[in-house]
């Protein structure tokens, strides 16, 4: 059964940064390409990023681009969202999600951006 548990949301300023943490089991997470999305209050949920199954290929939303950077330990089986320059726009609930396994979703991680 896949999960994912996402980590290191929170309440931060403007121009501030956070570290979020996707936690993946029940499938080899190393096989997999892994997706950050977010959802903000009343809108569709967003692509936000895309790491390949080695790490070594990135993409990004021109929303983010520049701001944000994904990475993946597969010895930890996690993905990771390093998220600098925080905007109020990036408020939202943000999730992972493996791309082989396109249905499943974990509990998300809030993200508040706010002075």
């Known amino acids: 059964q896949v999960q994912l548990v996402e980590s290191g949301g929170g309440l931060v300023q403007p121009g501030g940064s956070l570290r979020l943490s996707c936690a993946a089991s029940g499938f080899l997470f190393s096989l997999s390409s892994m997706n950050w999305y977010r959802q903000a209050p009343n809108k569709g949920r967003e692509f936000v990023a895309r790491?390949?199954?080695?790490?070594?290929?990135?993409s990004y939303a021109d929303s983010v681009k520049g701001r944000f950077t994904i990475s993946r330990d597969n010895a930890k089986s996690t993905v990771y969202l390093q998220m600098n320059g925080l905007k109020p726009d990036d408020t939202a609930m943000y999730y992972c999600?493996?791309?082989?396994?396109?249905?499943?979703w974990g509990q998300g991680t809030q993200v508040t951006v706010s002075s």
């Open positions: 790491i390949d199954v080695g790490g070594g290929s990135t």
């Open positions: 999600n493996a791309a082989s396994f396109p249905r499943s």
